[in-house]
């Protein structure tokens, strides 16, 4: 998956995704830290459910 990809999913700008993996985001954002989190936790119950099937 892409950096666009997956940027489009959680709902941020792939500049903001970018920015962030490469740890040079000026600065941290509430928002999209929270867009971050429930996106990877949306992909862990996904995950989980697979391997359980």
Known sequence: MSIRQT???IGIAH???SLYL???NKR???NNDEKML???KE???ERKT???I
């Open 43 to 45: 992909k862990a119950i």
């Open 22 to 24: 490469l740890k040079e």
């Open 15 to 17: 500049t903001t995704l």
């Open 7 to 9: 940027a489009e999913e």
């Open 50 to 52: 697979l391997t359980t």
């Open 38 to 40: 429930n996106w990877l």
């Open 28 to 30: 941290q954002s509430k």
